[in-house]
């Protein structure tokens, strides 16, 4: 018995579980039970497209609200949907560290990307990754991931972060008249969405610079 679809059919016509599979429903209460398990949501998306968007629509979301309420239900405050279709990205922020590649900010060292236990996000320190004319923009910034002894760059320490209504955001505005360039290749490897030069456009504030020296 094929049961009903409750949102849409996203079903390619290769797709084998066209023949019956469990609800919504039931997938919600299956996960929550299992406490939203980011490695066990993961593995569903891969099974077909169907799958996939329910992890997309419900679960990730779900995940992100019992990892880090407080953040998640700030970042909608504004009335913005532009969350919606990013649970999956932010959920992977939460818990994955993106590592190096060499080329960029480091030449000389490569750490791989990594997940992390638990991360303490916090609008607090991300003032201090703003100029001070920007400190009304709100930015969740991570605690750092810490790599020790890393040859000549020494210690190692990554931050991941947010903007709560980038798109009009006093940063992005400064980016604009700046004339800072996206990077040609580099994309960020939460959302795959193109990267803005902040050290070209002299934006990173000397609070900043203490941090990632």
Same mark, same amino acid.
Not at 2 to 24: A, F, P
Not at 62 to 69: G, I, N, Q, Y
């Given at each position: 018995m094929?049961?009903?679809? @409750?949102?849409?059919?996203?079903? *390619?016509?290769?797709? @084998?579980?066209? /023949?019956?599979?469990? *609800?919504?429903d039931v997938i919600f209460l299956v996960f929550r039970q299992l406490n939203w398990n980011p490695k066990l949501i993961a593995a569903l998306s891969c099974v077909c497209k169907w799958f996939d968007d329910l992890a997309k629509r419900?679960?990730?979301?779900?995940?992100?609200?019992?990892?880090?309420? /407080?953040?998640m239900l700030d970042l909608q405050s504004c009335g913005s949907h532009s969350v919606d279709g990013n649970w999956r990205a932010l959920g992977k922020l939460l818990i994955y560290c993106s590592g190096c590649s060499g080329g960029r900010l480091f030449n000389s060292i490569q750490i791989p990307g990594h997940f992390v236990y638990r991360t303490r996000f916090s609008r607090t320190s991300g003032k201090s990754f703003l100029l001070p004319h920007c400190r009304t923009d709100v930015l969740y910034v991570s605690d750092p991931c810490e790599h020790l002894d890393q040859g000549d760059d020494g210690d190692v320490g990554f931050f991941r972060g947010v903007f709560k209504s980038f798109m009009v955001s006093k940063v992005r505005r400064m980016l604009i008249d700046r004339g800072a360039q996206l990077h040609p290749t580099a994309v960020c490897p939460y959302c795959k969405a193109k990267m803005w030069n902040m050290l070209q456009a002299n934006m990173v504030p000397l609070t900043a610079s203490c941090k990632l020296d």
């Open positions: 094929i049961l009903t679809k @409750q949102y849409r059919c996203v079903h *390619s016509s290769s797709c @084998q579980c066209t /023949k019956g599979h469990l *609800s919504e419900v679960l990730w979301k779900e995940f992100c609200k019992t990892r880090a309420l /407080k953040m």
